[in-house]
């Protein structure tokens, strides 16, 4: 497992995620994680619209055991 930190610009201001460190096996399914840990909304998001607008920079491997998912979540609470 790695740790990716994933970043996105579309959806900023107050109420939204800005970044998240998250594991991952690989970038692409890095970029798929919510950084709420739930599922993509549908209609208002507190994050981008879709995976394709996120970025995500390998930062290095997890220790051993680590589960997929949210490590740490930057939120921007209005």
Known sequence: MRLYLITQTEACGYDTYDSAVVAAPDAATARSIHPNG?????????????????????????????????????????
């Open 38 to 78: 739930g599922n993509w909304e549908p209609f208002y998001s507190s994050w981008c619209r879709s995976p394709d607008k996120v970025t995500s920079e390998y930062l290095g491997e997890a220790v051993e055991g680590t589960q997929q998912g949210v490590i740490c979540s930057s939120f921007n609470a209005g």
